[in-house]
């Protein structure tokens, strides 16, 4: 396994997360072509996280590829299928990144730093695959969700990432708010979701670090 392998995935997740949205508001991303290339260069950045993995690697690379056609597919043909194909595809792209890291945090004994950005990392991972989630619902059943801005034709929107993050953290401004049955749902999942991780994940990190100092000290007599 390779040593330090998540910190593409953690630089990856915040150029996302932050440099993303910001394009938004200064309009650099605002052609649906240039958003396609832009997404595609940072799902590609991500994906190095896997290499050395085996199969997740194989399966990481052939959802991106399959992500990326379609979606610029859906650009140029303006066709829904393509999009929700495109979702798709990242939908699977994200579970794969999500389990390999998972694993690995997992089954780590050593409170080491690629171990707590691997962590990190679920954590940022889990807030995007909801934000798709909603997206790939608002796109099957619009108006599912109160105070958001329709796509228009954008495919992903940063907004989904603010509304996701805001309910994973509990934080709920409520200025975009579920209306649909199953908006509510995936809503109230993601929040009892991300509140169980943050418990688990420090309750483990705990124990580690006890279970390396008992050891050590152990060696020492």
């Not at 962590?119 to 889990?126: E, H, M, P, Q, S």
């Not at 695959?129 to 929107?157: C, H, K, N």
């Not at 993050?165 to 934080?171: D, H, I, P």
Request: proline content about 4%; glycine content about 8%; charged content about 10%.
């Amino acid at each position: 396994m390779i040593k330090n392998n998540f910190f593409w995935l953690l630089l990856a997740l915040f150029v996302f997360l932050i440099i993303v949205p910001a394009a938004d508001d200064l309009g650099i991303l605002s052609k649906p072509i240039v958003r396609a290339l832009a997404f595609s260069c940072l799902v590609f950045i991500g994906i190095w996280s896997l290499r050395g993995s085996g199969r997740p690697f194989a399966v990481g690379i052939a959802f991106v590829i399959t992500g990326i056609v379609f979606n610029v597919l859906a650009v140029n043909l303006a066709s829904p299928v393509y999009l929700y194909a495109s979702f798709a595809a990242l939908f699977g792209f994200l579970l794969v990144a999500i389990s390999f890291t998972l694993k690995q945090v997992a089954m780590e004994t050593d409170i080491s730093p690629n171990r707590l950005v691997g962590a990190v990392c679920v954590y940022l991972l889990l807030g995007v695959i909801w934000a798709v989630a909603y997206t790939i619902l608002e796109m099957i059943s619009p108006e599912s969700f109160g105070g958001f801005t329709p796509l228009q034709g954008r495919g992903w929107d940063s907004e989904w990432l603010y509304f996701s993050f805001v309910t994973m953290t509990t934080l709920g401004y409520g200025d975009i708010l579920p209306v649909s049955a199953t908006a509510r749902a995936l809503a109230y999942m993601q929040a009892v979701f991300g509140q169980l991780y943050v418990a688990i994940l420090v309750a483990g990190l705990v124990s580690a670090l006890i279970s390396s100092r008992q050891s050590n000290k152990q060696n020492d007599d």
